[in-house]
């Protein structure tokens, strides 16, 4: 395959990275921990983390987890927090034992828990107490043996900590009542682990690091495999797209509102920023908005990750175009398509472009980022970065040249080695010559930059002409009485499916017949929404992604139930 992406490499980019650069995430983490004992790995409302004090609270929960629990290499531990110190510690002293994370989000309901619970075959989990509850109705139902909870408090030092968990449970009433017997609470596993010995463990690359659970929004959540070579080799090419613009070791402050347990703050942030002796500033609530500009006004930040909404709701918030971003120099957005509108307004408001990256839970996560040094928003999703190879597939396999609409593909070490106990599912996306079916439509360029067209199952047909809801949310978005907006395609009797969208409101005087106006000035008449709902907010993930899918069933089951009334 000819790799025409490379040309468009910034300076400095190689087009390889080496994989081999360390044995395991373990011997990562203890090089770091090593070489940049003294700064500060990780700030939490307030309280900093130096690498030290990480590498002697992973090593102290490594410790227990081995001499105390007899864990054994390769057991699966959950983690399910938010962004916390706590989580750091658990999962660099789980990798560090040699043991599986699963990351499970907090606002699982019991059925989601249960099934990942189950399928992982976890044996122990570190929860947060405020969902805590959530695990005792599912419990008994899993493989889980030993529970460890924590409070929001717990790392932050006396008094803070007693009086953070005071407000928590009492004031604010966050902590529902729970009752987990036998269940150790996170500082005295580690006060114990202080005591008890830690054997270093021989991990090998192709050893799991991750079943790290894709969202589930299309079915059953699986657990994507993702080896210590996969994550290397993702935060090695993460790496050398950012290197050429990065600062000194140490000097790196980023921002990590997105969830740690969400495998692009996870790669991005958290192991890639760990690599060069960054300082990861962790945002435990982001949708709190007023709370997290004031935490941003507390730092110099030098680099900032996130989603399309998130960006969009920071600059929607009067503060925050006050803040100083005199140090910024690298904002990525990715987890959903970044629009033009949003990327525009933050290149206004902060002075730096918004680069836009793809990737999956199944390729680690990175497949594409734009160039750093590009100027301005450009539409695409960026280039292939080192070590990949993108392919764009048609219906009957072909692979397409530049100019082709098809089905993304992507090949390169980052890619899961599969799907945890589910063979059949793993060979429906990994074909025999190594490429992901990414399940996104795009499209290349001579250039080698890709632009995404949409997801396979979001494409809307309307009288045989496929309509993508990016393009129609894109142009919808930069009408400026719009604070947000999902497309999706609903039953028409005349053209098979009709595209309908659903906005939040930013003028309050917005009609819809002034975006349906907008949309025929800017959009194919097939395009042109024929309907026009309006919302106080739309259905979203944790990490803020809309749920197309959510609104598509709600609008069914309306409906149908208005069909059944009429009947």
Request: overall charge neutral.
């Amino acid at each position: 395959m000819e790799k025409i992406w490379l040309q468009s490499y910034m300076s400095g980019v190689p087009a390889e990275v080496d994989v081999d650069a360390f044995a395991s995430l373990a011997d990562l983490f203890e090089k770091s921990a090593q070489a940049f004992s003294e700064r500060t790995a990780f700030i939490n409302m307030g309280k900093a983390l130096s690498y030290a004090e990480l590498d002697r609270h992973s090593r102290d929960f490594a410790a227990y987890c081995q001499s105390v629990l007899k864990l054994p290499k390769g057991a699966r531990i959950a983690l399910m927090m938010p962004n916390l110190l706590q989580y750091p510690v658990a999962l660099f002293g789980a990798l560090r034992g040699g043991y599986t994370v699963v990351n499970c989000n907090p606002l699982y309901t019991p059925r989601e828990l249960e099934h990942q619970l189950q399928d992982s075959g976890a044996e122990a989990i570190v929860i947060v107490e405020n969902f805590a509850h959530v695990l005792q109705a599912v419990l008994p139902r899993t493989q889980v043996r030993h529970v460890v909870v924590t409070g929001l408090g717990d790392m932050l030092g006396f008094p803070k900590s007693l009086l953070v968990n005071l407000v928590v449970r009492h004031v604010k009433k966050m902590v529902p009542a729970w009752r987990l017997p036998g269940a150790l609470r996170f500082n005295q596993v580690l006060a114990a682990g202080r005591q008890a010995a830690f054997q270093p463990v021989a991990i090998d690359h192709e050893d799991n690091a991750f079943l790290q659970y894709t969202g589930g929004t299309t079915g059953v959540a699986k657990g994507a495999m993702l080896t210590h070579r996969n994550i290397i080799a993702n935060l090695q090419q993460a790496h050398a797209w950012l290197n050429p613009v990065l600062k000194p070791a140490g000097d790196e402050v980023i921002i990590t509102a997105l969830p740690l347990y969400h495998i692009f703050a996870l790669t991005a942030n958290c192991l890639t920023f760990l690599k060069i002796g960054a300082t990861n500033v962790l945002i435990t609530n982001p949708r709190d908005i007023p709370g997290f500009v004031k935490e941003l006004a507390q730092h110099r930040f030098t680099c900032f990750t996130g989603v399309n909404t998130l960006f969009n709701a920071l600059l929607n918030h009067p503060d925050f175009a006050r803040l100083d971003f005199s140090a910024l120099r690298v904002s990525l957005g990715g987890g959903m398509a970044v629009q033009k509108a949003v990327a525009e307004k933050w290149k206004q408001v902060t002075g730096k472009p918004l680069i836009e990256a793809y990737g999956l839970t199944e390729t680690s996560p990175a497949a594409t980022i734009n160039p750093l040094d590009l100027p301005e928003y450009n539409g695409s999703i960026g280039l292939p970065i080192s070590s990949t190879e993108v392919a764009i597939r048609a219906e009957d396999g072909r692979y397409l040249p530049p100019g082709e609409v098809g089905e993304i593909c992507v090949r390169g070490p980052q890619v899961m080695k599969g799907y945890w106990n589910r063979p059949e599912e793993t060979a429906k996306v990994l074909l025999p010559d190594g490429f992901l079916l990414t399940g996104d439509v795009g499209v290349m360029d001579d250039k080698g930059f890709v632009r995404i067209v949409d997801r396979k199952k979001d494409m809307i047909l309307v009288s045989g002409f496929n309509v993508y809801p990016n393009e129609v949310e894109d142009i919808v978005a930069l009408h400026p009485g719009v604070l947000e907006v999902a497309a999706i395609g609903v039953p028409d009797e005349h053209s098979n499916e009709a595209v309908m969208i659903f906005v939040v409101k930013k003028d309050p005087a917005l009609t819809a017949d002034e975006l349906i106006k907008h949309c025929r000035a800017n959009l194919t008449g097939y395009k042109v929404p024929r309907h026009v709902e309006f919302r106080d907010e739309l259905p979203k993930t944790n990490v803020g992604k809309i749920l197309r899918r959510a609104l598509r069933e709600e609008y069914l089951a309306a409906a149908g139930k208005s069909a059944r009334d009429a009947a």
